[in-house]
């Protein structure tokens, strides 16, 4: 998948102001502010992506427990995916 996709169309903005708000969650506001990521460590930068997918995850548990029918529909979503070509192996090698 290419750098800075989304699976939902439209999705972009919303995560891009997602990626800002944790990193100033996490004290790497100014940085981010700046588009200063290079004076980042590796680590620092994939903290942000980490507790983004953290964050994420809490979401989707918490609507899950809150709509016990939500996982027929996240079930037939994957077979929509799996039938346009979907695979385990199409996010790229490793």
């Known amino acids: 998948m290419p750098r800075n996709s989304s699976v939902v169309p ?9 990626k800002f708000e ?7 506001g100014p940085a981010y502010a ?3 990521l290079g004076s980042l460590t590796s680590r620092q930068n994939g903290a ?5 997918t953290k964050k ?3 979401l ?5 427990a ?9 079930a037939s979503s994957a077979g ?3 039938r346009s070509g979907a695979t385990l192996q199409s996010g790229g090698s490793r």
């Open 34 to 36: 700046q588009g200063d």
């Open 60 to 64: 989707a548990q918490n609507q899950m």
């Open 10 to 18: 439209g999705a972009r903005g919303a995560l891009n102001k997602f």
């Open 48 to 52: 942000v992506g980490g507790y983004m």
């Open 66 to 74: 809150q709509n016990a029918g939500i996982t027929t529909s996240l």
């Open 22 to 28: 944790v990193a100033n969650e996490i004290g790497l």
């Open 80 to 82: 929509q995916d799996h």
């Open 56 to 58: 994420m995850v809490e």
